[in-house]
């Protein structure tokens, strides 16, 4: 079993659909949780870090983490064709230095 | 804020070459620098660490040898693929971390790497 596991999609959805991207994990110490954003060819792009339990909100991004259930999500509200991407969840351990990436899903928004 | 930069962005090589690839942090200071491999349809897999003035701690399954990591200093590492064969072609991407925030890295653009 990964430690983190995302379903790779593709998600296709219409321009200005709420999209949710999701991500399991097995390691109960993680504590540090991140979204990245990768377009192709690109490096990853930090989209959102978040801390232990709770929701995070920047502009149409929210970041939600359940570490009771072991489950994060992002959340795009508005989704606009230039979200089109592959979105990376990762996350860390409290002292560690590795980032442990999931797979990355695959979000096209057509217009 | 918190940029990094890669050189070259793409480079094709003939099997038995070297090939030097940069990562610089343009406006911070990275204490540590950690450096990926990416293949197509794939998530970013950790090859090593690298702390500014001491050696490099490779993951499990990576050869030492083969992928050297200099990092010489708080803003530049090196990854050297030696003796590069085909199966070394893949995208490479190095992040950085500065002292200021430890849980965050920053990445650069990545280097695409063929072997011919």
């Known amino acids: 079993q990964k430690e983190v596991e995302q379903d790779p999609g593709p998600l296709s959805v219409p321009e200005g659909a709420i999209v949710s991207l999701n991500c399991t994990y097995s390691?109960?110490?993680?504590?540090?949780f991140m979204w990245y954003r990768q377009y192709s060819r690109k490096g990853p792009e930090l989209l959102m870090y978040t801390y232990s339990s709770g929701n995070k909100e920047d502009g149409r991004f929210t970041a939600q983490v359940d570490k009771s259930s072991k489950y994060i999500s992002l959340f795009i509200r508005d989704s606009q064709p230039s979200d089109s991407a592959t979105y990376l969840c990762?996350?860390?351990?409290?002292?560690?230095?590795?980032?442990?990436f999931g797979a990355g899903t695959i979000l096209r928004v057509k217009s | 804020g918190a940029v990094v930069s890669q050189h070259p962005s793409w480079v094709i090589c003939k099997s038995g070459t070297s090939v030097k690839i940069e990562c610089r942090s343009l406006d911070f200071q990275a204490t540590t620098m950690f450096w990926y491999r990416q293949f197509p349809k794939q998530s970013l897999m950790l090859m090593a660490t690298s702390n500014e003035g001491s050696k490099a701690t490779y993951e499990q399954g990576v050869e030492k040898d083969k992928f050297l990591i200099n990092h010489a200093s708080l803003t530049l590492s090196t990854l050297t693929v030696t003796s590069a064969h085909p199966e070394d072609s893949s995208f490479y991407i190095c992040?950085?971390?500065?002292?200021?925030?430890?849980?965050?890295?920053?990445f650069g653009p990545g280097t695409r790497l063929t072997v011919l």
């Open positions: 390691n109960s110490a993680f504590q540090y």
């Open positions: 990762a996350m860390k351990t409290e002292y560690g230095n590795k980032l442990v």
């Open positions: 992040s950085a971390r500065s002292w200021r925030s430890f849980n965050e890295q920053f």
